[in-house]
């Protein structure tokens, strides 16, 4: 059974910077694409960023791009989602997720199998 534990959420100053983690197991954790989404209060789950098996390759939806920086390190089964100059429209519960499908297929929710519980991050202003 895939579990995905996601860490490191908290409460940040806009214009300061958090490092998520989220540790996987129960699967053979190569094979998956891995990306981080998010659900403010209000709004639907939005895809923040995701990376492909091997880490060569990311995306990162506009909001984002410049601000944060997602990594996979393979040897420890483990994503991280590094988020600098936090705005307050930051705030968001963040999940982590993974994907069996081809880097081509993970462009939304549904193309992801498992999902973490989610950690809640908070940036005032």
């Known amino acids: 059974q895939v579990e995905l534990v996601e860490l490191g959420g908290g409460l940040a100053q806009a214009g300061g910077s958090l490092r998520l983690s989220c540790a996987a197991s129960?699967?053979?954790?190569?094979?998956?694409?891995m990306g981080w989404f998010r659900q403010a209060p209000g709004k639907e789950r939005e895809l923040v960023a995701t990376?492909?098996?091997?880490?060569?390759?990311?995306r990162y939806t506009d909001s984002v791009k410049g601000r944060f920086t997602i990594s996979r390190d393979n040897t420890k089964n483990t994503i991280y989602l590094q988020m600098n100059s936090l705005k307050p429209e930051d705030t968001a519960v963040y999940y982590c997720?993974?994907?069996?499908?081809?880097?081509?297929?993970?462009?939304?929710?549904?193309?992801?199998?498992?999902w973490g519980r989610g950690t809640q991050v908070i940036v005032s202003s």
């Open positions: 997720a993974a994907a069996t499908k081809g880097w081509t297929s993970v462009l939304n929710e549904a193309g992801f199998d498992s």
């Open positions: 129960g699967l053979t954790f190569g094979f998956y694409a």
């Open positions: 990376i492909n098996r091997s880490g060569t390759a990311t």
